[in-house]
């Protein structure tokens, strides 16, 4: 990554931070960078402030969505079978790994240990609300891990992701997630970016406006 999006990279945001192993690891590849993260659920969030202290990071206590103000939050909890005992360490407060503004659909069926029994309130803004006023420049590089939600990110930030360089984040051609967008949807939200590398469940793509 560091090699694609330039070791001088600035700002950088994470859309799902879960417990910061993906944001230590961003914080050492972008030396240079500031990195915004963005998590929902309390649980992780108590993890994620145990593990990761770093003065170029700010955690909000938030979700990223398609809308201003709270939004019902699908709180995960299970695990797989026979992993119990094994997890229970890092997730002393049951599996906060799978949790979505969206509401569950074809995830329990896929993975019906996975239980969403409960819902919280959590704050959320758009991305364009955020952004415009704690990133009103260029944003060199969004990883977004949303559980579905990426349609949200695509539809509350038209003005943001028009300055973002570059984005990697998930996806799934079945939805997991209700309105959980395919990746031919993902990119007609997006028309400006393009695929750089695919994997099964996740993409980089290159805004095209900013990037050649």
Same mark, same amino acid.
């Given at each position: ?38 998590? /929902? ?39 797989? /079978? ?98 959980? /967008? ?31």
């Amino acid at each position: 990554l560091q090699n694609l999006i330039g070791e001088h990279a600035k700002t950088i945001l994470e859309i799902g931070a879960h417990h910061g192993d993906h944001t230590a690891a961003l914080l050492r590849t972008f030396p240079r960078a500031h990195l915004y993260a963005f998590e /929902p659920d309390p649980r992780a969030i108590a993890a994620h402030r145990r593990l990761v202290k770093d003065a170029r990071l700010t955690l909000y206590e938030m979700a990223i969505g398609d809308t201003n103000g709270r939004a019902e939050f699908h709180v995960s909890d299970g695990f797989p /079978p026979g992993q119990a005992d094994a997890l229970k360490a890092n997730y002393p407060k049951g599996w906060d790994q799978s949790g979505s503004l969206c509401a569950p659909k074809g995830h329990v069926k896929k993975f019906p240990w996975c239980k969403f029994k409960r819902t919280i309130s959590v704050e959320v803004r758009t991305l364009d609300a955020w952004a415009s006023k704690h990133a009103p420049g260029t944003i060199d590089f969004i990883w977004a891990d949303m559980q579905g939600a990426e349609g949200q990110l695509a539809i509350g930030g038209p003005q943001a992701l028009a300055r973002t360089r570059f984005i990697y984040c998930e996806y799934s051609n079945e939805e997991l997630y209700e309105g959980e /967008p395919t990746l031919e949807r993902l990119l007609e939200l997006m028309p400006t970016f393009e695929i750089v590398h695919r994997l099964p469940d996740d993409v980089l793509l290159r805004n095209t406006a900013l990037v050649g």
